[in-house]
Every structure is written in C-alpha cells, then in structure tokens.
C-alpha cells in the first residue's frame, strides 16, 4: 500500500553530478532569528546509496546551511530525515533512525531556522503520515500532515517537537517558535520530542505504539 511514488534513486545517480549545489536563500526575519530554505528534490541532491530493492528506495544527500548537508533515506515507504558535517556524520545521528509507525513520506522543502549571527540551529520539515483508519476513495488511507521540529550541532542532531497542520491554524508559525523556544537547549536521549501547540490526528499518529 503505497502513500507517495517511490523515489528512482539508481537513476538520479547517472542523471546528477557528485558536487551538491548551493541552498536556496530566501530570508524571513523575525527578532534577530531568520529563515532560509533549501530542497530535498531530487535534483538538488547527489544519490548517496541506491535503493536495493523495491522497498529500499536508498539514501540521497542534500545541501543544507552553515557547512551541514541533509541525508534522506527511504526504506519499506517510510523515510527519515537528518543532518551532518557529511554523509556519515548525518547517517550516525538519532534522527537518522527516527520515523514513525505509518507510511510516511516530507516534501521537499526544509525551512532553516537561523540565530542572530546566521548560524542554523533547527530545521523544520513538513511530514506526510497514512492514516489507516480514515480511508479515502479507493480505500486508499487519507494522509495526515505535521511539521517536525529537528535541533542541530552543537550536540545531537533528533526531533525536538511535532507541529499539527491541521489542529495549529498558523502551523508554521507554530513550528517556528517550537524550533526558536526548545531546539538549543532539547537534549537528544534525555528529553523526548513532543507535540507543540494544539495536538491532532497526526502527532497521534506520530507518537509511538
């Protein structure tokens, strides 16, 4: 049961070169802390591991902010997301095996938050999770949208908080202020990522079994 076409990395291998591009720049202040953005689309990122087989959809590496890139890696149509100095330091970080029971899949984009000397400190990505008991047409499950909240170096790259779209009118503000208020001072493996703002259907879906 598939909730996102699967990514055909052994070809973008061929398709792409080796040198990853520079992130998109687009600014959004707000009190000395800023937004920028990059992509996680295919042809912004270098294909880091092909996929083994039809459920493996391998990993890919991205470029990111302040010397850090983005590693994506898909496996049995559930994907995690995490960041590094390079492929192996994003590979061996908690976020990395951190994903969640459903199908799921992100969307490109990943939002950068920035402190007042423009160093990344958190990065926010919206998430897509199959919601097997809300069956759409087709009997095909309905998906259900989060933003996840992930702290960055110094220390642990992990999820820090999980951002309803639904339940949170302004989830992206929302999100914003969960990465501005907790992502520094979170400790990956002593506190645990939870649900910022109005809680819903998909940080239900999202919290362990």
Known sequence: MQVSPMRLLPAL???FPIT???????PAKAEGVSSVYSSTAPKACKVARPGGAPEDSGEWLCPGQGGLVVRVSEMDLRQTVSVGRNYKDAKD????SASFGPFNS???TVEWRLDSAGKPFAIIQRWHLADNDD???GGQ??????????RLPPGAVCHVAYVDVAANRNANEVARQAADELAR????GKDKPRPF??????TALAAPN
Do not use: N
């Open 106 to 108: 992100t969307t490109d």
């Open 197 to 202: 703002g109005t809680a819903g259907r998909a």
């Open 185 to 188: 001072g979170f400790s990956c």
């Open 141 to 150: 499950p309905t998906t259900k949208q989060m933003l996840v909240v992930t």
């Open 20 to 26: 990853l591009p520079v992130a998109l720049a687009t």
């Open 13 to 15: 291998a061929v398709l």
């Open 93 to 96: 970080q908690p976020a990395a």
């Open 135 to 137: 069956l759409g047409k």
